[in-house]
């Protein structure tokens, strides 16, 4: 394909809508709200993607190679780093400092239903419950704070990050989760939403481990790959689909033969990541030709995630002079079209 043919696709090519959204995005899923660029493009899908700010060491080679399905591996019993706390606030404790004003929250268990206080061990305020939340492991709960909602759950102790699912067309505004320890030992993830949200609106959540695995609260397992230096996943009882990648991550709900894309940007180098419908076959990147000298891609993966094999893929592009990086990934699908995304 020469530069002319390049340059007539990219042209030609209907530009899809995009939306920018960045109050959605999380700093590492743990202490502060992060204003980071975050474009997001969903076929029919209703997308609420949770960035999480990582480094990029370690990123090398390109590789274009077709990768093998994740295989999973006995859970860890050690706590993570999801619990990892400052050390001048208590494990059962988590600091909120989305939407206005800051807050202290600490979580206790009783009778085995985790509740919320705000304040600390010493001075504190028990919140009433507005809804709860149950699975194998145990109950959480929720409250509003304000003009916050407040939601605690059960997760595992090597538990490395932790999503609610919630309802498509609900807003939470910026969010902010991390994990906590209470005092009676028990394991459990906070979320604060910027909005109020209905207990109704929380489908469930889910969580990631140390050795790879990606579940859900109803107890179903992700199917997986890892790609891109993480993971992909998809809950196919849930048609829910998700990423959990350096530098960007995040759920939706849509359908296999929808596709998705996400990227994320950070010291000049670009991550996009998404699906693309089963049957599709990846052929290349594209680099806009008025951006040639200046744009180098490093890596190109792409594998098959689920019973359907649809196409999840990866690819990370770096700009050397400050300007955009942004690349386009060029694609067939099953009935032979070529796209670019």
Known sequence: MN?????????DSPAPAMRVDPDRVVDGGRRRVARSRLTYVGAG???ALLVLVAGVAGWQSYDTRSLQPARHSPTART?????????TVATNQF???VG???????????SGVLRIRRGDDRSYVDLPVVGTFRNQAG????TNDHDRTVVVVPVPADTLEASLDISSGVDPGGMESGGVITRS???????VTEHHIAPSAVKGWWWRTRSGEVVASTGEHAATVGIGGGVMYQFVGQGLYGMSLPGLSGSWHGAPGDGHLASATRNRVWTTAGILPPGS??????????????VTVDAVQHAPLGPDHTVAWFMRSRSTDGGSGSVSLRWRDAAGTVHLS
């Open 100 to 110: 206005s004003g800051t807050a202290t929250y600490s979580i206790v268990e009783r």
């Open 139 to 142: 109950i959480g709960t929720s």
């Open 45 to 47: 899908l209703a997308a």
């Open 79 to 87: 706590t993570s780093p999801f619990f990892t706390h400052d050390p």
């Open 281 to 294: 076959t990846i052929l290349g990147p594209v680099v806009p030709p008025s951006r040639a000298r200046a």
């Open 185 to 191: 030992g028990s394991t459990a993830a906070v979320f």
């Open 3 to 11: 530069t002319s043919e390049i340059e007539r696709i990219l042209q």
């Open 95 to 97: 600091q909120s400092s």
